[in-house]
Nanobody, 120 residues
Framework: QVQLVESGGGLVQPGGSLRLSCAAS????????MGWYRQSPGKQRDLVAS???????NYADSVKGRFTISIDIAKNTVYLQMNSLKPEDTAVYFC??????????????WGQGTQVTVSS
């Protein structure tokens, strides 16, 4: 089993910055990709950014140039640096990891979510 613990959400003014962290723990044999998704009330959960263990990056068009995803493989931790935040970035942000455990095949694990609110 793999557990994901997110931190770093909160309230920020438009134009401000936040940094989200997500640490994966458990019997991880291999970490394939980690990423961030977000969901607003009444909307579907959408990809924000993802990164593979090899460093391949993927960003939603709406966050390109403002958000940066990075990973510390040694710590099994993914970060999302969010700059120039806009009110439309307000959502619950979820961490996702595709990982194989010592006893199981690759599986997608989700964190509990962290609220990001951009408001003046």
């Amino acid at each position: 089993q793999v557990q994901l613990v997110e931190s770093g959400g909160g309230l920020v003014q438009p134009g401000g910055s936040l940094r989200l962290s997500c640490a994966a723990s458990g019997s991880i044999a291999r970490l394939y990709t980690m990423g961030w998704y977000r969901q607003s009330p009444g909307k579907q959960r959408d990809l924000v950014a993802s990164i593979s263990s090899g460093g391949s990056l993927n960003y939603a068009d709406s966050v390109k140039g403002r958000f940066t995803i990075s990973i510390d493989i040694a710590k099994n931790t993914v970060y999302l640096q969010m700059n120039s935040l806009k009110p439309e970035d307000t959502a619950v942000y979820f961490c996702k990891a595709l990982a194989a455990t010592m006893t199981g095949p690759p599986y997608a694990y989700w964190g509990q979510g962290t609220q990001v609110t951009v408001s003046s």
